[in-house]
């Protein structure tokens, strides 16, 4: 069985240039996150999807960042301009809808870095 | 705020060792408490977890321990191997929402 998949994997941009993220989760996941991973630290949380619903997107900078999961299944996230400390790991997550909430199957990430 | 401590940072343990990492919570909605395991340029992957009505969980080398009225929880790593050596998250779950702590780096000496 295929895992999360992410593209693409590594990214440079020059500081206010847009970058976007791409996110295939397994087949049969409904719950989608993105996450962000800094240097030394834990995964935060960004966004979470139910289906192609926003449920929780709280801690997502809005007047940069945005999201989107068309048809319940792949999901892209937009940083519209980066900045120097947009510089991360973007972490793609699903997980199946009711299940336990901690278990969560994670992408290989997409490493941007902004100059 | 982190909602969830973490504790060391990092550690180096000589093979066939024991690795024990720490973390303490606060919020007692908290109702998961799972363990990720990370390898550079890897995203996280699902060790263990334990709920907190189980005082302890063993799985093969690796067991939590779980202190409910010290709100305290412990990843333990028995006879250490030099393939475990990678960073390891804690993390405290609830209504959804997941929050990491900031992880132990293990590195295991051969």
């Known amino acids: 069985e295929a895992g999360v998949v992410q593209s693409p994997r590594y990214k440079i941009i020059e500081k206010k240039q847009p970058v976007a993220f791409w996110c295939n989760p397994i087949s049969g996941h409904n719950t989608l996150y993105w996450y962000l991973q800094n240097l030394g630290q834990g995964p935060e949380l960004l966004i979470r999807?139910?289906?192609?619903?926003?449920?929780?997107d709280s801690q997502l900078p809005k007047d940069r960042f945005s999201a989107e999961r068309l048809k319940g299944v792949d999901s892209t996230l937009k940083i519209q301009p980066a900045e120097l400390g947009d510089s991360a790991v973007y972490l793609c997550a699903s997980s199946v809808a009711g299940a336990n909430t901690g278990e969560l199957f994670f992408g290989e990430g997409s490493r941007l870095t902004v100059l | 705020q982190q909602q969830v401590k973490q504790s060391p940072q990092s550690l180096i343990v000589q093979k066939g060792g024991i690795s024990i990492i720490n973390c303490a919570y606060e919020n007692t909605a908290f109702d998961y408490f799972p363990w990720y395991q990370q390898f550079p340029g890897k995203g996280p992957a699902l060790l263990i977890a334990i709920r907190p009505d189980v005082s302890e969980k063993k799985e093969g080398r690796f067991t939590i321990s779980f202190n409910k009225s010290a709100k305290q929880f412990s990843l333990h790593i028995m006879d250490s191997q030099p393939g475990d050596s990678a960073t390891y998250f804690c993390a405290a779950s609830m209504t959804y929402k997941l929050s990491f702590g900031a992880g132990t780096t293990v590195t295991v000496r051969a």
């Open positions: 999807y139910e289906n192609e619903e926003a449920v929780d």
